[in-house]
């Protein structure tokens, strides 16, 4: 569209024409029709004017013609009665029609009008080319090309002149010397013509505003039905889909381009809802991912804290273990001294002093036990990585531990995974950390109803095998659970019952320390007064560790 138009369209256009697409192609309708039919009226009445001219021209030379045919026998054998007779029938049945006979010298001896016989031509017809071509035709006897046009007494009349020539049978009245000897003029008045011309202009006025109403209405109800029901449905449609309401499907109920525009409308309405829908999938897959990594941040955060703790401890125990073991293997050397020289310092073999230095021995035994595990903590050795088979690891590390279990009585639940999984993994340590779970399954269960479950099993999904130690003993609460790794925590009491088990806790940290060494990890489940299971996750192929334990 040009400048010009949309400057027109937006700036001159009413503004009940400009909101609606039925009022502009209504509009449009209509100034194309009223245009069309304007031009085409003014054709007519110009036209039909001088067709109507055209055609009274013809049958006044017509009405000439046999006018002279009709008269011409009655004159050359003398007859005026018929002559005058014809020129009546004319007088009366063709209104507004004249004829006027006049002869060589302009003297009219013959007319419908009775008050014009033996007047001059002249007399009737004062213009000055119709009379010169009397004298003319009077002369040559040739009959002019065209008719003449006057008014009078302001309507317009026609013009025609036609010679009467001598001719034989005309000799014996006026002798054959004259070439002509008279002329005929027909003079017609064409205002009923006119009149019949405008009546018809009326007519067609008329009937075009009939038609173009009717064009109006039949356009106003196709354009309703077919364009703008259509066009209103779309704009309800994009109003739904623009309120979120994807669901909304238009009705195609035919093939033309505003349902072609529908099935646009809703194939990108279908589009919009996959494209939602996936955006939705997205969002709640997002949301998982975002908690996942949120907790898998807060594992690795509590990973970082205890390693913290856990290099901060070594670092404690290195320096207690270095300041307490001279002292300890002191007292514990003469200990073993006097007790080896009892007999001759007390000769009393059921001396108490004997028994307190057996005591003296055991419990600086013991303290020394407690600081070879801070050493162990604090400066753990350079691991030996393999392929093991974990079953093996299982049953071997059960036979260290099978005095235990056997006098607190306690059931064997053994479900190892007949595949035999292999880890890659240092056996000793492995064992260790198996040991001090299983012992910690032991103080956890009561004598004779205990029971543990040890079972083996591969995680093909994560590429790593799993060791299960579960019980049925105490279990642990939250506060438990979420502090048992630390160094030196324990839950258990002195008792005389438990006291060659009691330990310093740091067990269950350095279990921690060796399976992440291995780029493994630990699951713990447990509820209190219902037991606890512990698995332990081990990669089956060949990885750098991360620590050494």
């Not at 054998?77 to 507004?96: C, H, N, P, W, Y």
Request: proline share 3%; charged share 25%; with cysteine.
């Amino acid at each position: 569209m040009s400048n010009t138009s949309k400057f027109f369209s937006k700036n001159r256009l009413p503004y009940f024409i400009r909101k609606s697409l039925g009022n502009k192609i209504m509009a449009t309708i209509i100034i194309t029709f009223s245009l069309v039919m304007c031009v085409e009226i003014l054709l007519d009445l110009h036209f039909g004017k001088k067709d109507a001219i055209q055609l009274m021209e013809i049958l006044s030379m017509d009405l000439a013609a046999s006018t002279y045919s009709g008269i011409k026998y009655p004159m050359s054998v003398g007859d005026s009665a018929a002559v005058e007779q014809v020129l009546t029938d004319i007088r009366e049945k063709m209104e507004g029609i004249e004829v006027f006979i006049f002869d060589s010298n302009q003297l009219v001896t013959w007319s419908t009008h009775k008050d014009k016989i033996y007047t001059k031509i002249t007399d009737t017809i004062s213009d000055a080319e119709p009379l010169e071509t009397i004298s003319s035709i009077l002369q040559s006897g040739e009959s002019p090309e065209k008719s003449y046009e006057t008014e009078i007494d302001g309507k317009r009349h026609i013009i025609i002149i036609e010679p009467i020539l001598n001719e034989k049978d005309c000799f014996h009245c006026h002798g054959s010397l004259k070439k002509v000897i008279g002329g005929m003029v027909v003079r017609t008045d064409v205002e009923r013509a006119l009149l019949t011309v405008t009546e018809a202009k009326d007519r067609t006025i008329f009937t075009t505003f009939l038609a173009l109403l009717t064009i109006i209405f039949i356009s106003y109800i196709m354009i309703e039905k077919f364009i703008i029901s259509r066009v209103e449905r779309l704009t309800a449609g994009v109003q739904k889909v623009a309120s979120g309401d994807l669901d909304f499907e238009i009705q195609i109920t035919a093939s033309d381009e505003i349902c072609e525009l529908a099935g646009s409308f809703n194939y990108m309405t279908g589009e919009l809802k996959d494209a939602r829908d996936e955006i939705n999938k997205w969002t709640e897959t997002l949301e998982d991912l975002v908690e996942e990594r949120t907790a898998q941040l807060k594992r690795a955060q509590e990973n970082a804290i205890q390693g913290e703790k856990m290099a901060s401890m070594g670092r404690l125990a290195a320096i207690v273990a270095h300041e307490i073991n001279n002292p300890l293997a002191g007292i514990r050397t003469y200990a073993k001294l006097m007790l080896k020289r009892s007999g001759d310092i007390f000769p009393d073999k059921n001396s108490k002093y004997i028994q307190y230095l057996d005591t003296i021995e055991s419990e600086s035994a013991r303290c020394g036990e407690i600081v070879r595990g801070l050493l162990q903590f604090a400066r753990p050795t350079k691991p030996k990585f393999r392929q093991h088979d974990l079953n093996t690891l299982v049953q071997e590390t059960l036979r260290l531990v099978q005095h235990q279990i056997d006098l607190l009585n306690i059931e064997v639940k053994l479900d190892l995974a007949p595949e035999s999984p292999s880890a890659y993994c240092d056996d000793q340590k492995i064992k260790q950390a198996l040991v001090a779970l299983l012992l910690n399954a032991c103080d956890a269960v009561q004598s004779d109803t205990g029971f543990i479950a040890i079972s083996t099993h591969i995680l093909p999904e994560k590429n790593k095998v799993g060791i299960c130690i579960q019980d049925n003993g105490i279990g642990m609460d939250e506060e438990t659970k979420a502090h048992m790794f630390e160094p030196f925590f324990t839950t258990k009491t002195v008792s005389p019952e438990h006291e060659a088990s009691l330990n310093s806790g740091l067990g269950v940290s350095v279990v921690y320390e060796i399976v992440t060494s291995h780029n493994g990890n630990i699951d713990v489940e447990t509820e209190e007064g219902k037991g606890t299971a512990i698995t332990i996750c081990l990669p089956q192929e060949q990885a750098t560790p991360s620590a050494e334990a």
